[in-house]
C-alpha cells in the first residue's frame, strides 16, 4: 500500500502555484512539527538544569569546571548534527519525507530515554557521563536531520505566497517547548526541597518527555508524503547528493552564514537565559516566569512578521533585522549588566524574542528556497547543522566562558553583535546568489 499524498502546492520541483485564500493546512503542520517539539523541549530541559546535570555526571569540587563540562556535552551534541545532516537527509531526500521524518524521531528518542535515565556518577562512575555523553551525540544525529527535514515538508506543502507562514512554524514548535519548560521547571520550584530537586527532581521533567514519545509516533505515522517528492520520477542515489551539495558549496556556506544570528540569538534567549539568570544573581523563579513570556512573545510574534516575509523582499528584511540586532545587542547587555533587575532582563529578553521571531520568520524560507532541489533535505540540514554546531551548540559553553574570562555579564551582547554581523553579510550577498539558484532551478 503506498503511503498517502499532500496535494501539490506549487514549490520549485511542485506544479505552480495555489490561491492564497485556500485554508491553512494545520493538520499536517501539527503532525510534522510536534516531533520537532520534543526534541527542542529536550534540549531545553538539559539547558536549564544543566548546573544540577553537571553535579550528577560531572561532579568537581570546582562547579565552574564542573558547569563547563556539562555545557560541552550539550556543545557535542551539536557536533552530531552535521553528520545526521548527510546520513538521514540523503536517507530523506531518497525514500521520502514522511520516512525520514519517522527515523529521525526514533533516534532522537533513544537520545532522551539514555540521558533522562542513566544512573548517576556516584552509582556507576565513569559509565554515567560517557553513556550521557552518546545520549547527547544520539539526539544530535538526529537533529541534524529533522529540522531540515520538518522544515523542507512545511515548505513542500505550502502555497508559494505562503510558505514564510508555514516554515515559521517549524520555530513556532519549539516556543511551545520553551513555554512547556518553563512552567514545569516552576513547577519543580515549587513542588521540591532544594536538595530533591538537585538529587532526582530534574529528571522528572526529563521523563515527562519520554511519556509523550508514543504521541509523537501516533501523530506521525499517518503523516502524508508530499507531492513533490511523491510525484519525482527518479530520486537521487547518494553520490547525486553529495555531488549537488559540492557544487552549491557556495550556496551552502551562504545558508550557513545566515543560520548565525538566528542559532545564537535562540541559544541565548532560551537555553544559556538560566545560566545567565544565576549569574545576574536574579532567582530562579523569576528567571523561569521570564522564559515562559520569552517563548510566548517568540510565538506570537512569528506568524505575523512571518505575513510580513511573504509580502516583502527577503533581503530587505533579513538586512533590517541583523543591522537591528548588531547595533543593540551590547548597549542592551551593558544596561542589563551595570545594575541587573527582574525588569532589565525582561526587556532585553522580550526584545531578543522579537529579533529572533522576525529574523527565523523570513531567513527559514529564503533557505529553503536556495538550496538544491534534489538535496533539499540534506542541503538545508546540513547549512542549519553545521552553523548551529560551530555556533548556536557552543554558544552556552562561550557566554559562560566569556563572562567569567572578562568578569562581565555585557560580553554577551559582544557574541550577539559578531553574529548578527555575519547574517548581515550573508543577506548582503543573498540577492546574486538568489538570483542564480532561480537561474540553476529552471535546469531541473
Not at 289 to 296: E, M, N, R, W
Amino acid at each position: 500500500m503506498k503511503d498517502p499524498v499532500l496535494t501539490p502546492t506549487g514549490i520549485s520541483g511542485g506544479s505552480g502555484d495555489v490561491d492564497i485564500t485556500r485554508p491553512v493546512a494545520f493538520k499536517p503542520i501539527v503532525q510534522v512539527v510536534a516531533g520537532n517539539a520534543l526534541e527542542i523541549y529536550d534540549f531545553m530541559i538539559y539547558g536549564y538544569y544543566a548546573r544540577y546535570i553537571a553535579q550528577t555526571f560531572f561532579p568537581s569540587d570546582n562547579e565552574y569546571v564542573s558547569l563547563m563540562l556539562s555545557l560541552m556535552t550539550f556543545a557535542f551534541g551539536f557536533l552530531a548534527r552535521p553528520v545526521g545532516a548527510i546520513v538521514l537527509g540523503s536517507y530523506t531526500d531518497r525514500h521520502g519525507r514522511r520516512k525520514g521524518l519517522i527515523l529521525a524521531l526514533s533516534l532522537m528518542s533513544l537520545g532522551i530515554i539514555s540521558v533522562a535515565c542513566t544512573p548517576s556518577y556516584a552509582s556507576i562512575g565513569v559509565a554515567a557521563p560517557v553513556i550521557v555523553l552518546l545520549g547527547r551525540l544520539l539526539q544530535g544525529f538526529s537533529a541534524g536531520a529533522e529540522l531540515g527535514g520538518v522544515v523542507v515538508y512545511l515548505a513542500e506543502i505550502a502555497p508559494r505566497k505562503r510558505r514564510a507562514f508555514y516554515t515559521c512554524w517549524q520555530a513556532g514548535s519549539q516556543q511551545l517547548s520553551v513555554m512547556a519548560a518553563s512552567l514545569i521547571g516552576l513547577c519543580m520550584l515549587y513542588w521540591l526541597a532544594p536538595d530533591a530537586l538537585h538529587a532526582w527532581g530534574w529528571r522528572i521533567p526529563l521523563l515527562m518527555g519520554c511519556a509523550v514519545i508514543p504521541v509523537m509516533f501516533w501523530l506521525r505515522s499517518s503523516l502524508a508524503e508530499t507531492s513533490v517528492f511523491a510525484t519525482r520520477k527518479k530520486t537521487p542515489r547518494l553520490s547525486e547528493i553529495c555531488t549537488s551539495l559540492a557544487s552549491g558549496w557556495r550556496t551552502i556556506i551562504l545558508c550557513m552564514a545566515m543560520v548565525s544570528l538566528a542559532t545564537v540569538t535562540s541559544q541565548t534567549i532560551t537555553t544559556y537565559a538560566p545560566t545567565f539568570i544565576k549569574t545576574l544573581n536574579l532567582g530562579e523563579s523569576a528567571g523561569f516566569i521570564i522564559l515562559f513570556f520569552g517563548g510566548l512573545s517568540v510565538l506570537c510574534w512569528l506568524p505575523v512578521m512571518a505575513n510580513v516575509a511573504d509580502r516583502v523582499n527577503r533581503r530587505t528584511m533579513l538586512i533590517v533585522v541583523t543591522l537591528l540586532a548588531g547595533i543593540t545587542a551590547f548597549p542592551l547587555m551593558s544596561w542589563l549588566a551595570s545594575a541587573p533587575s527582574i525588569t532589565k532582563f525582561a526587556v532585553v529578553e522580550l526584545w531578543f524574542s522579537f529579533i529572533y521571531a522576525a529574523y527565523s520568520s523570513v531567513q527559514v524560507a529564503a533557505m529553503v528556497e536556495l538550496v538544491p532541489k534534489d538535496a533539499r533535505t540534506s542541503g538545508y540540514a546540513f547549512a542549519q547543522a553545521v552553523a548551529a554546531a560551530v555556533l548556536g551548540g557552543f554558544t552556552p559553553a562561550i557566554l559562560t566562558w566569556l563572562t567569567h574570562a572578562f568578569h562581565s555579564s555585557a560580553m554577551v551582547g559582544v557574541w550577539l553583535a559578531i553574529n548578527a554581523l555575519i547574517s548581515l553579510i550573508a543577506a548582503l550577498a543573498l540577492d546574486k546568489q538568489a538570483t542564480v539558484a532561480r537561474q540553476t532551478a529552471k535546469l531541473h
